[in-house]
């Protein structure tokens, strides 16, 4: 056991050959495992324990050791340091990673692993490495049953959940831990294991269930990662048999107390609740005339004294709308419901606001909400599954996308960035904000039993880059995939092929602006089939409740969001970018159509007509698909062959449906508008 004389004990590691090893793979192991490793703490610590199975596993692979901490190890790992996160120093080729906690020194082992021989080889150093934001999530949509329309995991395209079966929390859970160890390698450190949409069955794991999610927990914490639920705001009825969940009724507030004790009784580190309301028919405060503020304290109070948090989701908007209201604009709802109650939530609540104000679209605006509660803590959520990117089953690495959000400057060149505002550093943030740190950073994840864990192996790379990003939103995208390349990819020397390097930067590096490209154009959005939302269908939403209208008729296209004219959704944003929205001028080209309603015969700043651009636009994209086909053919035998064929499986059917994008839109467009496209190519 490791503790202050570390020495190794008995092997206990188990091989686990059902499912993909994703990015840790034991040949990502090989630097480290060369070496010879010793770790020091407290011995009763089950993480410590983990990062000495770890130390074992790397070098029982490579021809390493691990050695007490006075046996001149390469590397040592002692977590009896101060500080947050971890410190790295590399004395000629000698190297410590040194932090106060068991999960922040796994942190550090997992960035030696990345490092590779870098680690050994590099110059000499002292560097201290912390998380952006304290608080990194992964939200799973997972039901315990099989829903009858989401199947069991909502919007979840890797088959069944990893958490349940047969209507219950799975027997074995070894599976979770794997998955847990994957997200330590990443800096994750917190799961909701439950759909937001929670249903009867599901409401029960707050209750009866609590010893069934004891058991998750217990498969997740040897790996530092916390466990969280999403909860039902209509809980005490439900499960409670009060006759109300009015969150100012004293029997409501005592139930939930009580249902928070419990929970903390039976899981010590327990993190929070995550709670969507009053939103696609969930409960929520507004049955009883009051506010989200009044809902989401509720829950803070219950939680408080065992240091919970609530993460309460800002996704609030009327989904039965009726589309001959022009006034009613789903992008202004979130602001509208949530601005005016800034300074109103309890410092244990996290506001959990989407990154763009209308659903996870391939292209929308940053949420101004971001922008406008500066003394309440928000949570960015990001949508790791790709409901509305091609559903794994076309590739879209999404890293470019996250950090144009992350990066994203409310007020302009200059100020602070959507990173700076949920890390609790935006301009104006009160105390409490900035001394809580933020609300961090969640994401819905991509993640069910398929043996490659995301169904598409290359999906793996987004949940890999948003754990990359949470630690650290300033990193490169392109780097952050470079670094999953040389892990999952690495051969038994720990290397990469050149070329297989290369031709996975080909296809994933410029994916995401290729699944843009062949899909709604200009960021109108949507343009999906109803309910499942894979595949082209312009009018699909066009005259349904769900607010989601591009209003395309024989002139042109576009929602006008303007103050001038149009739903003033423009106004909700700070300068300069109220203004730059505003404008047609000044509008980015890529968002036009999200903010403007213009003739087809629009030009874009780019210098080509709206019609123009989205004919080719879509004849490129089919093209970047057909490269993307044949570099992936060209590795010939350069990945593992499972990998090979599901990939070549996928990238078909994305040219099959990259096709009928295509032909779709550019026939729609072109029916619309009567404009011929001007290099005269096929259009139906
Ligand atoms: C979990 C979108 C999805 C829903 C999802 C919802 C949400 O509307 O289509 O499946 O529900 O977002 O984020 O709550």
Redesign the pocket.
Known sequence: MPDEKASPAPSEIVVEPAWHAAWLPDAALAAVGRRRVAVVGPAEDDVLVTVFREAERATAAHGGDVVDPDGAPDLLLDARAGGDGFRLVRDGGRVTVAAATATALLHGWFHVVRLGEAAFTGPDADERHAPAFALRVLDH?DNVDVHPVMGQV??GYAGGSIFYADGRVRDDLSRVTAYARLLAATGIDRVCIN???VHAREARLLTDDLPEVARVAAALRPYGVRTHLAVSFAAPMTLGGLPTSDPLDDDVRAWWRAAADQVWATIPDFGGFVV?AD??GQPGPFAYGRDHADGANLLADAVAPHGGVVHWRA?VYDHTQDWRDRSTDRARAAYDHFAPLDGRFADNVVVQVKHGPI?FQTREAVSPVLAGMPATRLALELQVTQ?YTGQQRHLCYLAPWWSENLGFRPWGEGGAAVRDVVAGRGPGASPAVAATGGGGIAAVSNVGDDVFWTGHPLAQANLYAFGRLAWDPTLDPAAVLDEWIGLTFAGQDGAVEPRVREVLHAVLDASWRTYESYTAPLGVGFMVRPGHHYGPDVDGYEYTPWGTYHFADRDGIGVDRTRANGTGFTGQYPAPWRDVYEDLATCPDELLLFFHHVPYTHVLRSGVTVVQHVYDTHFAGVERVREAIAAWESLDGRVPSDVDARVRERLAEQLRSAVEWRDQLNTYFFRKSGIPDTHGRTIF
């Open positions: 949509w909502e919007r759909n937001v949409n969507k939103s696609e996704f659903d409901e």
